[in-house]
């Protein structure tokens, strides 16, 4: 491997090479209780147990901790004011996990699968990577027509994760729990960029497994994994996402397969804390929501989203309240409890109350009087009303409403993305009420937001000067292409979580049916073009792993429904109850007047 430019030097322990001896950590001291893993079953159809094996002393040789020296030494939570509205909670206590041999076994589909099921099967298990014999991560993509491979070769944390849905739900979940460690090791490296050091919390966008020569004479080799935090990314995009969705999977491995001595670990507790340090540290923020540059989620390339991106938040919010399930109570932890319950609740109200739009909204909006100076300014973002776009006055329905992707001074972007409405449903960010609009405009507008391919990144796309000046005249995303309102066929996986969720199956296999028409004549593409999603991407790469998966995942999951409840949270009415702000009596919160929208 040539050695990275100086300035682009990472430097690294050896916690991306092999060692098969490495010791293990001992457990925390309280281990939280238990919940018993969903049984996946449904429809009578479903798998037949062959789950999870079970590995007694598993991966040895992950457990190196360079990291143990801040284990429990995360200063800044103890320098925030906590108002106290929050006990820190205990998770629900159910019953213990049964022992592994209890739990159900295998997953081969009792139905028998179609021939595209089959395919997609063979081409995920193509696109698994090892290292030191062990598989850990499938590849972004595996076209063997395209030559220039760019980061496909690598394993995306992002990617990953319908590939991980997959393996679990069918009971392969070692590839799971290798991935999720070995991530792990890279978050401790130490980064520089250009001299400068990122948090250390940061989760790489993506990975590759390197051979490299042990001495100079060429003659032994080991496997090294080479991360990317965004220093080499087309753009030098900082990955948010990836440690949300690290969190994320985190807790749905251990919910399907019952293994929660993994989110004991110290190294992973650890790795959590750090991973929320870097969200929950202090910044010049005014609002609840995180802060990001363009690009740093799928939406990975210049598209207008910097500031408060709903992708970001909806992800932050749902790997919040994973991680307040799996954070081990005690004194140490007790002060991040707070932290995490007070954000939960102080972003929920934000996104409910300020990004929620629908046919009343937006009146209420074309008739905003600006410039407000006070406590309790009804346009407290001095919204201009001029901002409400040609195409959202004909476009939003009577019935139903959306999130908008963004909010900051002066700005609504009132585009719809569709990742973040997803997940917003299935975290429980928005109302009960407002995840059953979001499913209903995506009826109503149907043939804006699938059409010929489910499910549309973003609507409508951005064109002419718009697209000029916001993406920089992107050749890669020109108006309806790409992630300027091209359809990608991963996101089905989402909107079919979203739908069983709010109890809405049918409209999910509706958009599958569409979907397996034509995926794998078209070779499992990772996007399609134009305004109706019918031509495969101009520059779309065949075998698209996250293609596949998704198709795979959405399948099983409306087979499964209940294993649905790995990933989803229920609505928390005590987050509504509680506000940071009821202890101060100078700041007045908005948030008492809109109590009834908030529970919605
Ligand atoms: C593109 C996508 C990004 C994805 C990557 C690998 O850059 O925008 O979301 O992770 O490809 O598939």
Known sequence: MPPAPPHLRLSRGREGLCDPALPKMPPPATPPPRPTPPVPRVGGVAYLAARPEHHPHPHPRNLRYPRSAVAGNLPFFDRVLFPGSFPPETPPVEDPAPPADERPASASPVREETETEREAWRLLRRAVVSYCG?????????????????????????????????????????????????????????????????????????????????????????????????????????????????????????????????????????????????????????????????????????????????????????????????????????????????????????????????????????????????????????????????????????????????????????????????????????????????????????????????????????????WRIITGSDPKNTPWSYHNGGSWPTLLWQFTLACIKMGRPELARRAIAVAEEKLSADKWPEYYDTRSGRFIGKQSRSYQTWTIAGFLTSKMLLENPELASILTCDEDLELLEGCACCLSKRTRCSRRAAKSDIIG
């Open 134 to 466: 062990e598989p850990v991560g499938t590849v972004a993509a595996e076209d063997p027509e395209c030559t220039e491979m760019l980061n496909y070769d690598q394993v995306f944390i992002r990617d990953f994760v319908p590939s991980a849905l997959a393996f679990l739900m069918r009971g392969e979940t070692e590839i799971v729990r290798n991935f999720l460690l070995h991530t792990l090791q890279l978050q401790s490296w130490e980064k520089t960029v250009d001299c400068y050091s990122p948090g250390q919390g940061l989760m790489p966008a993506s990975f590759k497994i390197r051979t490299v020569p042990l001495d100079e004479n060429n003659e032994a080799f080991e496997e090294i994994l080479d991360p990317d935090f965004g220093e080499s990314a087309i753009g030098r995009v900082a990955p948010v996402d990836s440690g949300l969705w690290w969190i994320i999977l985190l807790r749905a491995y251990c919910k399907i397969t019952g293994d929660y001595s993994l989110q004991e670990r110290v190294d992973v507790q650890t790795g959590i804390k750090l991973i929320l340090s870097l969200c929950l540290s202090d910044g010049f923020d005014m609002f609840p929501t995180l802060l990001v540059t363009d690009g740093s989620c799928m939406i990975d390339r210049r598209m207008g989203i910097h500031g408060h991106p709903l992708e970001i938040q909806a992800l932050f919010y749902s790997a919040l309240r994973c991680s307040r399930e799996m954070i081990v109570m005690n004194e140490g932890s007790k002060h991040l409890l707070r932290a995490i319950n007070n954000r939960l609740s102080a972003l929920s109200f934000h996104i409910r109350e300020y990004y929620w739009v629908d046919m009343n909204k937006i009146n209420e909006i074309y008739r905003y009087k600006t410039e407000e100076y006070s406590h309790d300014a009804t346009n407290k973002f001095n919204i201009y009303p001029e901002q409400i776009p040609s195409w959202l006055v004909d476009w939003i329905p009577e019935k139903g409403g959306y999130l908008i992707g963004n909010l900051q001074p002066a700005h609504m972007d009132f585009r719809f993305f569709s990742l973040g409405n997803l997940w917003a449903i299935s975290s429980s960010l928005t109302t009960p009420t407002q995840a059953e609009g979001i499913l209903s405009l995506i009826e109503e507008k149907w043939d804006d937001l699938v059409a010929n391919m489910p499910v549309k990144i973003c609507y409508p796309a951005m064109e002419y000067d718009e």
